[in-house]
């Protein structure tokens, strides 16, 4: 069965310092997302992709966030300089159109 | 954001014996709404989804109920199992495509 893939499983890095998560979206799917979960709170949704573009975006992806399908495959995040608040669980998802969105294990990114 | 309750942060229930949770939210502008699962070290996993022009729907041994005039959305379970011991969320969206709303979940333990 098709499923959505990240990497890498846990990423440690220092304040400040840039980090790119990746997300290998189910082949044929249009609708890409990424969504947080701090540990103990609720997972929180960031922004959606569409047609190369950004179709939706929250009060969290602040202009320190970005994405990317660089390729036909891949769907990244891109966190410029990373604060301790954003230590969380990240979890990348992917939709064909008018279904259900189905997501990847998440990397745990934890900022010292 | 207290679009979406769930106000049981764990369940206890016999194997064998059916599990109800239970989710409340406030946004009547919902038009989509599911369940996740969710193991540990894991992404959510989708269970089973109802639109809201429905008050049932049913897959197996899950069985989803909107109450749309008490904005109550439950799920059943029966009969339960072991493997179903996890943390589900009651999820909401304004249409397919759209980000969803989580609720924080509620943890469910399957007991011998």
């Known amino acids: 069965e098709p499923e959505v893939t990240q990497t890498p499983s846990h990423q440690v890095t220092q304040m400040g310092q840039e980090v790119i998560l990746r997300c290998v979206p189910i082949?044929?799917?249009?609708?890409f997302y990424w969504y947080r979960q701090i540990l103990g709170q609720k997972v929180e949704f960031l922004v959606s992709?569409?047609?190369?573009?950004?179709?939706?975006k929250s009060e969290i992806f602040d202009d320190q966030f970005s994405v990317e399908r660089p390729d036909g495959s891949n769907f990244t995040l891109k966190i410029r300089s990373t604060k301790l608040e954003d230590s969380a669980m990240y979890f990348c998802?992917?939709?064909?159109?008018?279904?259900?969105?189905?997501f990847g294990p998440g990397t745990r990114l934890t900022v010292l | 954001d207290q679009q979406v309750k769930q106000n049981s942060p764990s369940l206890s229930v016999q194997e064998g014996r059916i599990s109800i949770l239970n989710c409340d939210y406030t946004?009547?502008?919902?038009?989509?709404f599911l369940w996740y699962k969710k193991y540990p070290a894991e992404g959510p996993t989708f269970l089973i989804s109802?639109?809201?022009?429905?008050d049932k729907n049913e897959d197996g041994r899950f069985t989803v109920f909107l109450n749309k005039s008490a904005k109550h959305l439950s799920l059943h379970i029966v009969p339960s199992q072991p493997g179903d011991s996890a943390v589900y969320f009651c999820?909401?969206?304004?249409?397919?495509?759209?980000?969803?709303?989580f609720g924080k979940g509620t943890r469910l333990h399957i007991l011998p």
């Open positions: 109802i639109s809201s022009i429905k």
């Open positions: 082949s044929n799917h249009l609708y």
């Open positions: 946004n009547s502008m919902f038009d989509y």
């Open positions: 992709f569409y047609n190369n573009e950004i179709s939706e």
């Open positions: 999820a909401f969206s304004m249409n397919r495509d759209d980000k969803i709303i």
């Open positions: 998802a992917s939709s064909q159109t008018g279904d259900t969105q189905y």
